[in-house]
C-alpha cells in the first residue's frame, strides 16, 4: 500500500464569473522513503496539490474530484478537526521563503515548543529537551544557545534548517517540501537537499518536492511528475524522464533548461501550447546610434571601488561598525561583450552593479566610462552617463510603478532626459514595444495586465528609451520559469549582437553566465577573487572558491540533448 | 540600544523646547500683560518699575530660558484671572481629565482590540459585518453629537444616569478620585463613552485590517500546516504581530484623549483641564493657556517615547 496516494484529483477555484480548474485528474503516489518531485512551471498546479493534500486550500478552492488516501484511508474528504489532527502531525509541509515561514516575535524555541506540545503532548521541560534535539538533528550548531535566538539571527539556511526542524516535531511520515531551496544560494541549496535525503533515507520519509528547477529534480528525486496547465503530462523515474522525455512538453521543457556543460548560440524555446511570442531586435539596429569606440576598447573601467555600509549605529563615529560591501573591485568591460559578475548573495555583486549605475556613491575608488570620470558620489553621476547606462531589475513586480501605464513607463527616461517628445516620443515608445514582442497597444495597459515574462519585456523595453550603450543586468530573470527565462535571456542576447550593447550581466545562476557571458567576475564576500574568460573560468577555475562554486553546479548529465542547437 | 534610546529622548527634549517657544511667544504676542495688571491710574514710573521686575526688558531669550527654567521647577506663572499660582489650578484640575482619559482609554483599547479581532476572524459574518456598519457611524458623528445623544437617552429619557459632573470625589493625598465613591463611578460611564468611542472604533478598524493583513503571511501558512490550534494561530501568532502597527496609532489617539477631552469636558461639564483651557481662553488667561498648552506636549511627547520603548520590548529584530 502507497503511503500518499493521489486518485483522479480535480481541485477547482469558483469565483462569480467563471470556474478556474487549477489541477484536473491528477494522480500521484508516494512511497515511504521515496522522494517525489513534482515539477512544472508557475500556475501548473504544483502547490495546489501540495494545499489539497494539506487541508489548506485557500478559499473558494475545493476539491470537486477524486480522493486522496494516507495509508489507504481516505484524508481528502475530513472535517477540519480531524484534519489538524493529521496535518504537522503525520504530514509536514515546508515551505519556499524561510524568510516569511517564521514568525519573527518568537524565538525558534517558543515555536518548536509549540508546535511539539500541540502534537505530543509533553511537559515543557520535554518538549524543550525534544527542541534543542532536534536543532541538532537538522545541522545546527550550538543548538542549546541557538534555540533562544529569534529568526532574524539565523541566516536563510540556518533558518529552512529551523522550517525543516518544525516539520519534523512530531516525526511525520510525509513531507511536502514547495520549493524549499529556491530562495537560497547554491552551496546552502546542496546542504537543504542532502538534508532531505538523509531523512527519506533514514528515517523512511515519503517526501513529495515541489519545485521549478530541473537541477534540483535530476540531482534529488527518485521519481518525477510533470505538470502543465493543472495536469500531469508525464511521470516515471526521474533518469527516465529527463533522459528520455515522451510528452512534447517535457521535451521542450527540458530543452529549455541552461545547460553549465555546453554553449549555446540562442535558447530553445519552449513551442508546446504556443506561447512563443516573436521580437525583432535587429529592427531596431537602423536608426540605433553607432557605438563611439570600436569593438574591444574598455568601455567601462572600474578601479578599485570600494562601499561600506553602517552596520551598527552610534552616536560617536569611532564606535560606529561598518560592513564593507564591496572590497576594492578592480575591472574592465570592453565595448560589445557580457561582463558577468557571479557569487553569493551578499556577496557585493549588486553593490557593484549599483556604484557603476550611480545608485550608490562610491567609498573608494574611481569608475570611468568611455576614458572620462564618472565615480558616483553623493550626488550621483553626470546626466550624460546617465543616459548611456540603463538597468533592467530583478524582480519584474516591483520595478514597474503600478499606478503608470505601459506607455508612459517606457517613454519617462526618454522624457526625463529630454530626448524626444510628442509624436516622435510615441512612435519610439510603439517600436520598443513591438520589437520586445508585445506589441504596440502593450502600451495602453497597465503592468498588472501582463505576466512576469512580459513585465520583464516591459523593463527592457524601458532600458532601451534613451537608446543607451551600456546596459547592466541584475539578476534579470532569477524570478522567472526556465521557459521565459529563455525568451528574455535570447532578447538580451540579440540586444548585444544587433545593437552592439556592452552589458554588465549579474546572476548567481552558473548555467546562464556561461550561456550569457564573454568574461565573468567570481565575488566572495565583497572581494573579486578572479576574473577570467568564460570558457576558461569554467574550464579551469584557478580560484579555490570558483571550483568550489562550479562543483556544486548541478550536472544536468542526464538531461536529453533533443531540441538543442550548439553554437 | 542605548544609542537608541538617547536618541529618542533628545528628540523629545527638542520638540519640548519648541513648545516651550510657541507658549511663550504668546505671552509675547498676544497683548501686554503689563497693560491687563495695572489698572486705569497708572504712571510711566509704575510701568517701567512693573516691567523691571517681570523681567519683561531682557533680551527675549533670555526671558524664554528664564520662562523654561522657572516651568522646570514647576513654576508656570500666576493666572491673571484666578490670581493664584497655575500650577496649583493645574494639579487641582488634572485628577479629573487623567481619570476620564483612562477610562475611556481602556475602554477604547480593549473593546477595539477584541471587536477588531473578531471582525477580522468571522470576516464574512453576519455579527461581523454589523459591528462594522455601525463603527462606520461611530467615525461619521462628531463627539459632541454622541454626547448629547447619549445624555437625552440615559440621563433625560431613561434617568438611569447623571448628564454631568464627576459626582463625589474622594481626596487621597492632593489627588481628587471618583473611582471610590459609586456616584463618581457613575458619572463616568457617559463622559468616558463620549470620548472614547471615535478611538474605539479607529482602533477597531486598524486591528481588522491588520490582522487580515497578518493572517495571509507565509508564517501563518505555516502555522496551520504544523498543525497548531486556530486558538493558538490566532491569538499568539497573528496578535503579536498585529500589535506593532496598533502600538503607534493608539498612541498618538491616547494623546489626543487628554488633548481633545475639551469637547467631552465641555458637553458634560466635567471639572478637568479642558474645560479650565476653554474659560481660560474666553478670559485671554494667558498664563493657563501656555501651561495647558506644555502640559498637552510633554504627554504627548512622554507618550510617544513610551511607545517607540514598547515598540522595541515587542519586535526582537529592533533591539540588535
Known amino acids: 500500500m502507497a503511503l500518499l496516494e493521489i486518485d483522479n484529483l480535480t481541485v477547482q477555484f469558483p469565483t462569480r464569473r467563471k470556474t478556474f480548474t487549477a489541477v484536473k485528474n491528477a494522480h ?50 475530513l472535517d477540519a478537526a480531524a484534519m489538524a489532527d493529521l496535518r504537522g502531525k503525520k504530514i509536514s509541509m515546508i515551505f519556499q521563503d524561510p524568510l516569511t515561514s517564521l514568525n519573527p516575535l518568537f524565538t525558534v ?86 538534508l532531505i535525503k538523509g531523512l527519506a533515507r533514514e528515517r523512511q520519509v515519503g517526501v513529495i518536492l515541489i519545485t521549478h528547477d530541473m537541477g534540483v529534480i535530476a540531482d534529488t528525486t527518485d521519481v518525477v511528475t510533470v505538470m502543465y496547465m493543472g495536469e500531469v503530462v508525464e511521470t516515471g523515474p526521474t533518469a527516465q524522464v529527463l533522459g528520455k522525455p515522451d510528452h512534447p512538453y517535457t521535451k521542450s521543457l527540458i530543452a529549455a533548461v541552461p545547460r553549465p556543460t555546453l554553449k549555446l548560440r540562442r535558447f530553445p524555446l519552449i513551442s508546446y501550447g504556443g506561447r512563443v511570442t516573436g521580437f525583432a531586435i535587429e529592427d531596431l539596429a537602423r536608426n540605433w546610434p553607432k557605438p563611439e569606440a570600436e569593438r574591444g576598447a574598455p568601455l567601462i573601467e572600474v578601479e578599485g571601488i570600494t562601499k561600506r555600509f553602517v552596520s551598527k549605529r552610534a552616536l560617536l563615529p569611532s564606535r560606529r561598525e561598518y560592513f564593507t560591501a564591496v572590497d576594492a573591485a578592480r575591472f574592465t568591460i570592453n565595448q560589445g561583450e557580457v561582463f558577468g559578475l557571479v557569487g553569493e548573495s551578499g556577496s557585493g555583486k549588486s553593490t557593484i552593479a549599483r556604484m557603476i549605475a550611480g545608485l550608490y556613491a562610491v567609498d573608494g575608488g574611481t569608475v570611468r566610462y568611455g576614458g572620462r570620470d564618472v565615480t558616483a558620489t553623493a550626488r550621483g553621476v553626470p546626466d550624460w552617463y546617465r543616459r548611456e547606462i540603463q538597468m533592467i531589475f530583478q524582480d519584474p513586480y516591483s520595478s514597474l510603478n503600478p499606478r503608470m501605464r505601459v506607455d508612459e513607463i517606457v517613454a519617462e527616461p526618454a522624457r526625463h532626459h529630454g530626448l524626444l517628445k510628442g509624436a516622435a516620443l510615441q512612435a519610439r515608445v510603439s517600436e520598443l514595444l513591438d520589437r520586445v514582442g508585445l506589441g504596440a497597444e502593450a502600451g495602453l495597459k497597465y503592468p498588472h495586465e501582463f505576466s512576469g515574462g512580459q513585465r520583464q519585456r516591459i523593463s527592457i523595453a524601458r532600458a532601451l528609451a534613451t537608446q543607451p550603450r551600456f546596459l547592466i543586468c541584475d539578476e534579470p530573470t532569477s524570478a522567472l520559469d526556465v521557459s521565459i527565462q529563455a525568451q528574455i535571456l535570447n532578447i538580451l542576447k540579440d540586444l548585444q549582437e544587433h545593437l552592439n550593447l556592452t552589458m554588465l550581466f549579474i546572476s548567481h545562476d552558473l548555467p546562464v553566465v556561461r550561456q550569457m557571458c564573454d568574461r565573468v567576475g567570481v565575488m566572495k564576500d565583497g572581494k573579486l577573487v578572479e576574473v577570467a574568460e568564460t570558457e576558461a573560468l569554467f574550464a579551469a577555475p584557478q580560484h579555490p572558491y570558483t571550483r568550489e562554486l562550479l562543483s556544486l553546479m548541478p550536472r544536468l548529465d542526464g538531461l536529453s540533448d533533443e531540441g538543442l542547437a550548439v553554437a | 540600544m542605548f544609542s537608541y534610546i538617547l ?63 522657572r516651568a522646570a521647577q514647576g513654576d508656570l506663572g500666576i493666572s491673571y484671572r484666578q490670581g493664584r499660582p497655575v500650577a496649583e489650578i493645574i494639579a487641582e484640575r488634572l485628577p479629573a481629565t487623567l481619570e476620564l482619559a483612562a477610562v475611556s482609554g481602556a475602554f477604547a483599547l480593549i473593546l477595539g482590540i477584541v471587536l477588531g479581532i473578531f471582525t477580522a476572524i468571522r470576516r464574512n459574518g453576519f455579527a461581523a459585518n454589523a459591528i462594522m456598519t455601525l463603527s462606520l457611524i461611530g467615525v461619521s458623528l462628531p463627539t459632541f453629537l454622541i454626547g448629547i445623544l447619549l445624555i437625552y437617552l440615559f440621563a433625560v429619557e431613561l434617568s438611569w444616569l447623571p448628564s454631568f459632573g ?86 498618538l489617539q491616547l494623546g489626543s484623549i487628554i488633548a481633545f477631552a475639551i469637547i467631552t469636558e465641555t458637553v458634560f461639564q466635567w471639572p478637568g483641564v479642558g474645560l479650565l483651557f476653554i474659560n481660560a481662553i474666553q478670559f485671554v488667561d494667558i498664563p493657563v493657556m501656555a501651561a495647558y498648552l506644555m502640559l498637552i506636549s510633554v504627554m504627548f511627547v512622554g507618550i510617544n517615547l513610551a511607545v517607540d520603548l514598547l515598540y522595541v520590548a515587542i519586535d526582537p529584530r529592533l533591539r540588535s
Open chain 1, 109 to 194: 524555541g517558543q515555536q518548536l515548543v509549540e508546535t511539539i506540545k500541540a502534537h505530543l503532548g509533553l511537559s515543557e521541560a520535554e518538549a524543550e529537551a525534544r527542541a534543542i534535539d532536534l536543532i541538532e538533528r537538522v545541522g545546527i550548531p550550538n543548538p542549546k544557545e541557538r534555540v533562544n535566538q529569534y529568526p532574524h539571527q539565523f541566516s536563510g539556511g540556518m533558518r529552512q534548517r529551523v522550517v525543516i526542524a518544525l516539520a519534523l516535531c512530531s516525526e511525520p511520515d510525509v513531507i511536502i517540501a514547495d520549493e524549499p531551496t529556491t530562495a537560497l544560494d547554491v552551496s546552502i541549496q546542496a546542504q537543504i537537499l542532502d
Open chain 2, 7 to 69: 536618541r529618542r529622548i533628545a528628540q523629545s527634549v527638542l520638540v519640548l523646547f519648541v513648545v516651550g517657544l510657541v507658549a511663550f511667544a504668546m505671552f509675547r504676542f498676544v497683548g501686554d500683560p503689563v497693560e491687563t495688571m495695572l489698572g486705569q491710574e497708572r504712571t510711566v514710573e509704575d510701568i517701567e518699575r512693573l516691567r523691571e521686575n517681570l523681567g519683561l526688558n531682557d533680551p527675549f531669550f533670555v526671558q524664554y530660558a528664564n520662562f523654561l527654567l
Open chain 1, 28 to 77: 500521484l503516489t508516494v512511497e515511504a522513503g521515496q522522494i517525489h518531485g513534482l515539477v512544472g512551471e508557475s500556475g501548473a498546479g504544483k502547490s495546489t496539490i501540495g494545499a489539497a493534500v494539506m487541508g489548506l486550500l485557500d478559499p473558494p478552492g475545493r476539491i470537486t474530484g477524486g480522493v486522496i488516501r494516507f495509508r489507504g484511508e481516505e484524508i481528502s474528504g
Open chain 2, 166 to 251: 464627576r459626582g463625589e470625589v474622594v481626596q487621597l493625598g492632593g489627588w481628587s478620585t471618583g473611582f471610590l465613591t459609586q456616584s463618581g463611578l457613575v458619572a463616568l460611564i457617559l463622559p468616558a463613552i463620549t470620548l472614547g468611542l471615535y478611538q474605539m472604533t479607529l482602533i477597531m478598524r486598524l486591528v481588522r485590517s491588520e490582522m487580515l493583513e497578518v493572517m495571509r503571511q507565509d508564517y501563518i501558512r505555516f502555522a496551520r500546516a504544523r498543525g497548531l490550534s486556530q486558538r493558538a494561530i490566532h491569538f499568539r501568532h497573528a496578535l503579536k504581530n498585529t500589535l506593532v502597527p496598533v502600538i503607534t496609532v493608539t498612541g
